[in-house]
């Protein structure tokens, strides 16, 4: 604990939450191998972790949550400010007395007979001007074994703190898990997060959501840089240029599949690599030169186990052999693991995430299939480990970033890609992003759920506001992304996805990319510039001219009764919306009314 005395404020702040807590011991976190060791077999003892089989996945445990604590819970997650006008009008309230106040009856006593853990952490590499450091005190190992994975941590962090430098306040406490004691509250304006009542990483890793998106954006307002829910990709071009393309995907759109990409066999020919330097969260920040630059803030990976496979995403499958906490799978006899849309056949019989005899084909009272992984079951792995993996991961400075992307789940309406006109309007094509509810999802299959550039469940301020500080970034850029926007998903008469997606999806990577470097051609339409055929190199695929017509229209109908939904939408944000985006909205109306 010698690091931190110097740091006075710090360790009065651990002497006073350790005073509401009440641990029977304080642990500081310094990052070291002996140190990880000592807590994965305490772990073990406690049944906290299970050990997995070791010559198939060397370094890898099991984990399983509690049954009710399986994702995060928005439901309970607030924006602690003392004005509610500041939260705005898509973030639940309370004002900072009241989170105080009703965490503090929760965070009571909580940790008697358990262990506080202090976890300096980095978020961004050491010392780099992007980053952020917080100290996470939780009574979970499997926090600080999850933490060691996802960021920086340890003594190096406490010395780059100092004696003196600004840090995080997070709080952690499992409690007694119970749903109706949980609360994941940000106070923004104390650079406080507090989590209490429950496990899953989502709520409990407060460098993760908590700190790089909902305090993080609260942050880069106020610094004038942006903290977004963005993988970051790099795309080799034969001759050796790297293009550097931040992107913005709802859940369920394949965010950590493009992040990881392999190139097609149709493109191989061509010697395009891929590097991932980030699959989730991207820091971005203009620099003096007047170009926008980003760092992934972690070191790891928080990914979703089902529906990852060796098609869907070889890379990942790579990275998670080894040094690897599965949550929430199948438990195998063999003690490896398995999940729904895997590789391989269901076992024939095995654990299931909630910890029973499982067999596949189980119906329960209800007669709905019994799964044995949980459809948000998850991996944490190493960003080391993946066999894409960017060398500038640790560069201070971050990659340049050429082109901004967003995405989302459209059956109809939305083309395969389409590019903005400007800055401006990218940040409108960003403010409009949606996707529509799948037969798998609760609501009405087909409705529209608007999620401004991925961001809605995690902007932790006025959604408004975010909005003109995006334009306002704008101003700050000599030479500003080009944005994008695709759609994945596009279904034809038969209801079949019309494009392969997946590997190919780099097809409209080097499109994108030719456009940034000004040699793809383009046409206009009302809602941006579309590729004209034979843009896209489509060697390989088995795709006519009237299915990649199709892929690519711009339906003038269709969009004109969008325009009602998105005006619909926009009134959410009542009078703090910025002018700019309602007339980007009546200019996508002009643009349509004088359309054929």
């Not at 890898?60 to 819970?73: G, P």
């Not at 407060?206 to 790089?212: A, D, E, I, Q």
Request: hydrophobic share 40%; charged share 25%; proline share 5%.
């Amino acid at each position: 604990m010698h690091e931190a005395l110097k740091h006075h404020k710090l360790q009065a702040w651990v002497k006073d939450m350790a005073g509401m807590c009440n641990p029977d011991q304080i642990v500081w976190i310094d990052g070291s191998e002996d140190e990880k060791k000592k807590l994965e077999q305490e772990s073990l003892s406690t049944g906290e972790i299970i050990e997995l089989n070791q010559e198939k996945l060397p370094g890898c445990y099991y984990h399983r949550t509690s049954t009710d604590d399986v994702a995060r819970t928005e439901h309970l997650t607030y924006i602690c400010t003392k004005k509610k006008s500041a939260a705005g009008p898509t973030n639940n309230w309370l004002s900072p007395e009241k989170g105080y106040e009703k965490a503090k009856d929760i965070f009571q006593n909580s940790m008697v007979g358990r262990t506080m853990y202090v976890i300096p952490f980095s978020m961004g590499p050491i010392g780099s001007e992007f980053s952020k450091i917080g100290v996470e005190l939780t009574d979970s190992i499997y926090v600080v074994l999850n933490m060691r994975i996802m960021t920086r941590i340890g003594k190096p962090v406490l010395d780059a703190l100092g004696a003196d430098n600004d840090f995080t306040k997070c709080l952690h406490s499992k409690a007694d898990l119970d749903i109706n004691k949980r609360l994941i509250l940000h106070f923004p304006e104390d650079n406080t997060i507090w989590s209490v009542g429950s496990g899953y990483g989502g709520n409990v890793l407060l460098g993760k959501k908590c700190l790089s998106l909902r305090l993080g954006s609260w942050l880069a307002k106020k610094e004038g840089w942006l903290a977004e829910h963005m993988l970051i990709m790099g795309v080799e071009a034969p001759g050796g240029h790297i293009v550097y393309v931040a992107a913005a995907f709802p859940s369920a759109c394949g965010k950590t599949n493009l992040a990881m990409l392999v190139p097609p066999q149709g493109l191989k020919i061509k010697g395009y690599r891929i590097w991932t330097v980030g699959d989730d969260i991207a820091w971005l920040r203009a620099d003096a030169d007047g170009t926008l630059w980003a760092i992934n803030p972690e070191t790891g990976f928080f990914g979703v186990a089902p529906g990852t496979n060796t098609k869907t995403n070889p890379n990942a499958i790579a990275t998670i052999q080894r040094n690897t906490i599965y949550t929430n799978v199948l438990l195998k006899d063999d003690k490896t693991v398995w999940w729904e849309g895997g590789d391989g056949p269901a076992p024939a019989s095995g654990i299931n995430w909630e910890g029973k005899l499982w067999k596949p084909g189980m119906i329960d009272e209800n007669g709905n299939q019994v799964l044995g992984a949980h459809p948000n079951s998850r991996f944490t792995a190493p960003l080391v480990q993946c066999p894409s993996i960017s060398n500038r991961i640790e560069n201070h400075h971050g990659v340049p970033i050429d082109a901004i992307i967003f995405g989302g789940r459209r059956a109809r309406l939305v083309p395969l890609v389409y590019e903005s006109f400007d800055w401006e309007h990218g940040v409108f094509v960003g403010t409009t992003m949606a996707s529509e509810r799948t037969a798998a999802q609760a609501g009405l299959q087909g409705e529209i759920r608007r999620d401004p550039m991925a961001m809605l469940p995690f902007c932790g301020y006025s959604m408004g506001l975010y909005f003109q500080h995006w334009l306002d970034m704008g101003n700050k850029m000599k030479k500003p992304p080009k944005i994008f926007h695709v759609n994945w998903f596009r279904l034809d008469d038969n209801g079949k996805f019309m494009w392969p997606g997946f590997g190919e999806n780099l097809r409209v990577l080097e499109w994108i990319i030719g456009r940034c470097t000004n040699i793809a051609g383009a046409e206009q339409t009302p809602i941006g510039y579309i590729p004209k055929s034979g843009d896209l190199d489509l060697t390989g695929l088995s795709i006519n001219s009237a299915t990649l017509e199709k892929l690519l229209s711009v339906d003038k109908k269709e969009w004109e009764e969008e325009t009602k939904d998105i005006e619909k939408f926009f009134r959410t944000f009542g009078n703090v919306l910025p002018a700019e985006i309602k007339n980007q909205l009546q200019g996508l109306r002009e643009r349509l009314a004088k359309s054929k």
